[in-house]
């Protein structure tokens, strides 16, 4: 028997509530998963950017295999990573810089909302999901979002908002 397959947003949507309640309990911060949308690689960089133009972002990517197929990924502006990595460490970030150990705690971060989200996944698909192991890219917005994900596509993009910080979780089908 041959189960029909779900649509990429039920599977997005699913994903993206479980990766936030993870989230929130890992940072002990209320985060939502809210403003669900297809976004192609052009449209999802160009609401990243900054005020003054291109800014940087930290990509934690995963590579998703069993009852779904494709690319994970959270899109987090360099701002929120270093929040976020401050938070998870409890050491304060200096000007804002994204070190070794910031990335290292963001790749955990990264893991913890991908397993979530492949569980969320895997309730939707009725078959079990598994993660890569992360790949963690930290350079301007294009380039990270190029290297990462299909350009072509228009890709399922939720927002998760936690306090005054959003980043972006996208998951490409393959």
Known sequence: MTLPSPEPGSVVEAGA???????ARLLRVPVHAEGFTSLDVNQLAASHAT?????????????????VKGTFALVVDDSVAA??????????TLDGAIGKGALAALAELG?????????????????????????VTHTTTRE?????????????????????QWFS???AAH
């Open 17 to 23: 509530d479980e990766a936030a309640a993870a989230l």
């Open 51 to 67: 005020a003054s133009g291109e800014g940087r972002v930290v990509v934690i990517a995963f590579d998703a295999s069993g009852g």
């Open 83 to 92: 929040w976020l990595a401050s938070r998870l460490t409890g050491a304060a």
């Open 111 to 135: 893991n913890i909302a991908a397993s979530a989200f492949l569980n969320g996944a895997a309730r939707v698909v009725g078959r079990t999901c598994l993660p890569s192991v992360p790949r």
């Open 144 to 164: 990270a979002l190029t290297s990462t994900l299909p350009s072509s596509t228009p890709l399922p993009v939720a927002t998760l908002r936690l306090q005054q």
């Open 169 to 171: 979780l996208v998951f």
